[in-house]
């Protein structure tokens, strides 16, 4: 349709008997599933991943039972050196024990199962003794303890409550 006004001349490219159709509506496009519901998925499934983590092992309690190995490491007459009161020091070529000197408790399988230390050395009836209490799992069937580079003794889980050795 051609129009003439004040001397432009436009024209519409539109025939004249065409009438103007607006665009349909369309509806907005979809993107697969709401991403409220992705995010709810993942929540739960995030929940039952740690519940399943946290029911296999364990709550984090004291659910496991254990034994606390207690024994001491006593050096005889002439391995030590007397203190002050009932304190004792390791005397000559003992020189590795000491309050702190590492104690190792083991499996009959080799794994370790915890790392302890002596504590001061005490003048006893048998010589100065370093005590120590490690706490290990219970129900092995039997335990080794290493103290320093002293060498190995093996216990059995009834005699591990008092796991007393001697150097000297």
Same mark, same amino acid.
């Given at each position: 349709?051609?129009?003439?006004?004040?001397?432009?001349?436009?024209?519409?490219? /539109?025939?004249?008997?065409?009438?103007?159709?607006?665009?349909?509506?369309?509806?907005?496009?979809?993107?697969?599933?709401?991403?409220?519901? /992705?995010?709810?998925?993942?929540?739960?499934?995030?929940?039952?991943?740690?519940?399943?983590?946290?029911?296999?092992?364990?709550?984090?309690?004291?659910?496991?039972?254990?034994?606390?190995?207690?024994?001491?490491?006593?050096?005889?007459?002439?391995?030590?050196?007397?203190?002050?009161?009932t304190?004792?020091?390791?005397?000559?070529?003992?020189?590795?024990?000491?309050?702190?000197?590492?104690?190792?408790?083991?499996?009959?399988?080799?794994?370790?199962?915890?790392?302890?230390?002596?504590?001061?050395?005490?003048i006893?009836?048998?010589?100065?003794?370093?005590?120590f209490?490690?706490?290990?799992?219970?129900?092995?069937?039997?335990?080794?303890?290493? /103290?320093?580079?002293?060498?190995?003794? /093996?216990?059995?889980?009834?005699?591990?409550?008092?796991?007393?050795?001697?150097?000297?």
């Amino acid at each position: 349709m051609d129009n003439d006004q004040g001397g432009m001349r436009f024209s519409t490219g /539109v025939p004249p008997t065409a009438a103007y159709e607006a665009p349909a509506a369309t509806a907005p496009a979809r993107r697969g599933v709401a991403p409220g519901i /992705v995010a709810a998925i993942a929540i739960i499934g995030l929940g039952i991943g740690f519940g399943a983590g946290y029911a296999a092992h364990g709550s984090g309690t004291a659910s496991k039972k254990t034994v606390t190995v207690h024994g001491s490491l006593t050096l005889t007459q002439g391995a030590y050196k007397e203190g002050d009161g009932t304190d004792c020091t390791a005397g000559d070529g003992f020189s590795d024990i000491s309050p702190g000197t590492a104690v190792t408790v083991g499996d009959d399988a080799g794994a370790t199962l915890a790392v302890g230390q002596l504590q001061a050395g005490q003048i006893t009836g048998g010589g100065c003794a370093f005590g120590f209490d490690v706490k290990v799992p219970a129900g092995r069937t039997s335990y080794t303890v290493t /103290v320093s580079h002293r060498g190995t003794q /093996v216990f059995s889980p009834d005699q591990i409550g008092e796991a007393d050795m001697t150097l000297g």
